[in-house]
Nanobody, 117 residues
Framework: QVRLVESGGGLVQPGGSLRLSCTAS?????????MGWYRQAPGKQRELVAG???????TYAGSVKGRFTISRDNAKNTVYLHMHSLEPEDTAVYYC??????????WGQGTQVTVSS
């Protein structure tokens, strides 16, 4: 059994910053997994925000490049999403994902991020 727990969401004003965390527990060798942050806004499909492979290679959606940074701490089984210069369009539920390719995929329950004045 693998569990992913996100934290760090909340309400922030435009231009503000937040750091999301996702900690994995259970029968998981965290270092082997690719980790990702996805988001889903009301009425929209879930989309990839940022990903980090086991070797550290990162990828970002074009809309967040230069504003968001993904990182991982393998000793803590945790992946982070540092978000800066937040915009109202970043408002969504943010989900953490862990995968070993397409056959083994785990999702967290999500954390709400609201950017509003």
């Amino acid at each position: 059994q693998v569990r992913l727990v996100e934290s760090g969401g909340g309400l922030v004003q435009p231009g503000g910053s937040l750091r999301l965390s996702c900690t994995a527990s259970g029968t998981i060798v965290f270092t082997n997994y690719a980790m990702g942050w996805y988001r889903q806004a009301p009425g929209k499909q879930r989309e990839l925000v940022a990903g980090i492979r086991s070797g550290g290679t990162t990828t970002y959606a074009g809309s967040v490049k230069g504003r968001f940074t993904i990182s991982r701490d393998n000793a803590k089984n945790t992946v982070y999403l540092h978000m800066h210069s937040l915009e109202p369009e970043d408002t969504a539920v943010y989900y953490c994902k862990a995968d070993l390719g397409e056959l083994i995929v785990y999702w967290g329950q999500g954390t709400q991020v609201t950017v509003s004045s």
